[in-house]
């Protein structure tokens, strides 16, 4: 049974869908979002947005269910996602960065990852840390242990 329900946004939505989708520099993302709401208000079904915009059932279903709760930001914009955070801050990546631009220890030509990685936790700037991982904060401030 294919159950419409009764959708209808504000003209002010409206119209702010309608001037969204006429701007170019628009993420897809957000343009099908716009276009579902348009839908809905239209009176089309899930299903049938789905079919026209080439997306699951469940996306048109969703949209409308974050519209609903939470108005039309929450609709058309995805919340921020902070990711998993930093395991070491600032001032330890710049002592390893400046540790890599020191001489190398006696026996040595150079400093490898892993030497680095050794002495990083021998002088207790960090508990611990892989020469992998020394490689990449080395990479992002564009240093390498010569």
């Known amino acids: 049974m294919n159950k419409k329900s009764k959708f209808k946004l504000l003209k002010s ?8 989708l006429k701007k170019e520099q628009l993420k897809a993302r957000v343009a099908t979002r716009a276009r579902v ?8 079904g899930v299903h049938e947005i789905a079919e026209l915009l080439n997306v699951a059932p469940s996306t048109a279903h969703n949209i409308r269910a974050r519209f609903n709760k939470n108005g039309l930001q929450a609709a058309l914009y995805d919340l921020p996602r902070p990711g998993q955070p930093l395991k070491f801050s600032g001032k ?17 030509a150079h400093w490898s990852l892993t030497l680095i990685a050794g002495k990083v936790v021998e002088l207790g700037y960090v508990d611990s840390i892989s020469h992998t991982h020394v490689g990449r904060i080395l990479k992002k401030t ?5």
């Open 142 to 146: 564009k240093s390498s242990p010569t």
């Open 13 to 20: 939505h409206v119209a702010t869908l309608q001037q969204m």
């Open 37 to 44: 709401l348009l839908y809905l208000h239209q009176g089309k």
């Open 92 to 108: 330890d990546r710049a002592q390893i960065t400046a540790l890599a631009c020191t001489e190398a220890p006696e026996g040595h």
